[in-house]
């Protein structure tokens, strides 16, 4: 698209955005995305994308994360719509991890054209997701070699707010559950993606209404989609991360019990709730 465009498009988001959120511009909600994996990011959303992709009764773009209503938001929503017009009578999806952290007034747009949406939520323990984010962005996309960059380095990035927010599961699942109902949110735990694929597979499909086809294709389900760089946390950074996360996982504890057991059990923090 040609640079003088750009601002005519953003003119045009604009004023449709205020009126699609009030229904006084119709959005077709049978064009619109039945359910959006939110995340969370590095908890297991790429292996998630690969095999709901191969479900006979499910579409999802080619393209993971279009990131439409974090990045692309001041695009027109009919832009957002034509990456599914190839569904036809499939179920259509989309997931990008940075919808987790979408704040209160994009959620509540979301709601305005889709309030019968379903949302996804893959839980991974905080610490070990957060240094997982650490180590992509740094390592792997920055391109710097591991064993060259300093503890200091690793502390700053962690402790942008952006990072910390992705942490605040409760924080995230009371936004969505605020919006459309707890009822039409389905929580899953990263530990399932290799513990337990299928079954973690069959409960979303459950949640999604898709019905148990006998051509459903689970070939996937026990392999390792893009796997991350192994590099060892260092002891400065898990202290820094436990202090961090310490409250959060106690209230999740408390929340969803049994699966955050072994988070805490790992980083030696207690159930008690100071």
């Known amino acids: 698209m040609s640079v003088q465009r750009q601002p005519f498009i953003r003119l045009r988001s604009s004023i449709e955005k205020p009126l699609q959120r ?5 959005v077709r909600r049978e064009e619109f995305p039945r359910f959006l994996g939110i995340g969370a990011q590095k908890s297991g959303t790429t292996w998630l994308h690969a095999n709901l992709s191969r479900h006979p009764s499910i579409f999802l773009p080619e393209t993971k994360e279009l990131h439409y209503f974090d990045w692309n938001f001041h695009r027109p929503l009919s832009e957002y719509l034509a990456h599914f017009k190839q569904a036809g009578e499939r179920i259509r999806g989309e997931i990008t991890p940075g919808y987790s952290v979408l704040d209160d007034d994009r959620v509540d747009f979301i709601r305005g054209v889709a ?31 591991a064993g060259e960059i300093p503890d200091a380095a690793f ?40 513990e337990r694929p299928i079954e973690l597979l069959r409960g979303i499909l459950e949640f999604l209404g898709v019905p148990d086809e006998e051509d459903a294709d689970f070939s996937m389900a026990g392999k390792r989609v893009r796997p991350g760089i192994p590099v060892p946390m260092p002891e400065s950074v898990r202290e820094a ?33 100071s």
Do not use: C
């Not at 009030?22 to 119709?26: A, C, K, M, Q, V």
């Not at 309030?115 to 390592?139: F, G, H, T, Y």
């Not at 408390?254 to 709730?273: C, L, N, T, Y």
């Open 155 to 194: 502390l700053e990035h962690l402790a942008d707010d952006r990072v910390r927010l992705r942490n605040d599961y409760l924080g995230i699942i009371d936004r969505w559950g605020g919006a459309f109902g707890p009822e039409n949110i389905h929580v899953g735990f990263f530990e399932d993606v290799s």
């Open 115 to 145: 309030p019968d949406l379903k949302v996804i939520l893959l839980l991974r323990d905080p610490i070990e997701r957060a240094w997982s984010q650490a180590v992509m962005n740094i390592v792997e996309i920055e391109g710097r070699p």
């Open 22 to 26: 009030r229904g006084l511009l119709p």
């Open 241 to 273: 991360l436990v202090a961090d996360n310490t409250d959060g996982l106690r209230r999740l504890h408390q929340r969803f019990g049994a699966p955050v057991d072994a988070w805490m059990k790992r980083h030696g923090i207690s159930e008690v709730v």
